[in-house]
């Protein structure tokens, strides 16, 4: 391995331990009444995932020379919504899932009511983490809460997943997926990365560049996902393969072909990079963070 590689295996590492931390102090101990609640919600968020977004947020912080502890208020707040938002995705009416992170999931390890409030809970967290914990000028801390309940909601995430919803076997065109995912996948990436900017100082055209890096890494996240589900086993993946196949969901592979997928994400990833490269040393984690998120086999 190179200096290089060994330094960004080293900052990915260093990242998700803070973000573990931070997130087991944020999240209420599970002795707290409601004791069940509080346990299933760290169930839910502790000991798992790749930190993708919490890893975007330091990445975009670091670039804006933010503080790093109110960039782990903002990255934890992120982490949290992803983490409620896969919690509801997948309860029986959604997606009906029994495994994620390599464990049953929460509706399968505790009960559907008791998952439906973790998700709850989990969001009215994020938002309370970016007001009382998030060590910034109280107008950027507003502009922030504002953007990440947009992210979220039906003109983002949520309003992803409706199309999501509506579109079981029904043959989506390119564009038409690629507007479906900007909104499921892409809005909370690119929430993360302005978050983590919004923690120090930027220039509006590099925030600008940084946001289009963010809307092309999100779409990439996504095609990668769809190749994985298919190439992947379960145990790699930690969730069901094959999954969407199997559910008759439209995805890059079912739209463009396996080679054609990963064709798309190539454009993607050299998109991506070009947004950065006037960006110069700061960006270099944002770089190897779209290199990380081609490559990735889980």
């Not at 997948?90 to 992170?101: A, E, N, T």
């Not at 779409?219 to 145990?235: G, I, N």
Request: aromatic share 4%; glycine share 8%.
């Amino acid at each position: 391995m190179s200096d290089t590689a060994a330094g960004f295996a080293d900052w990915i590492i260093n990242v998700q331990t803070r973000t573990e931390r931070a997130l087991e102090h944020f999240l209420p101990a599970s002795v707290l009444a409601p004791q069940r609640l509080h346990e299933a919600m760290r169930y839910a968020v502790l000991g798992g995932g790749k930190r993708v977004r919490p890893l975007l947020a330091h990445a975009a912080g670091e670039f804006a020379s933010a503080p790093p502890e109110a960039i782990d208020a903002a990255a934890c707040a992120v982490e949290l919504i992803h983490a409620y938002s896969l919690v509801h995705d997948d309860m029986p009416c959604m997606d009906d899932d029994v495994l994620r992170r390599g464990k049953p999931t929460v509706h399968v390890h505790y009960d559907d009511a008791t998952a439906l409030l973790v998700g709850d809970s989990l969001q009215s967290l994020a938002f309370h983490l970016l007001a009382e914990h998030c060590p910034v000028a109280p107008e950027r801390r507003v502009t922030m809460v504002n953007q990440l309940a947009i992210a979220s909601g039906s003109r983002g995430m949520a309003g992803g997943q409706a199309i999501d919803l509506a579109s079981v076997g029904v043959a989506l065109g390119v564009h038409e997926l690629e507007y479906m995912h900007i909104h499921k996948t892409g809005a909370l990436i690119r929430c993360a990365i302005r978050l983590g900017y919004h923690c120090g100082e930027i220039e509006v055209d590099a925030a600008a560049r940084l946001d289009h890096y963010a809307a092309t890494v999100g779409l990439l996240f996504q095609v990668v996902d769809d190749v994985l589900d298919c190439e992947a086993s379960t145990e790699a993946l930690g969730k069901t393969a094959g999954k969407d196949a199997a559910a008759n969901k439209p995805t890059y592979v079912s739209t463009l072909g396996l080679t054609g997928a990963r064709e798309r994400a190539r454009e993607l990833h050299a998109e991506a990079l070009d947004s950065l490269s006037s960006l110069g040393a700061p960006a270099r984690r944002l770089r190897e963070l779209a290199d990380f998120v081609l490559t990735r086999k889980h």
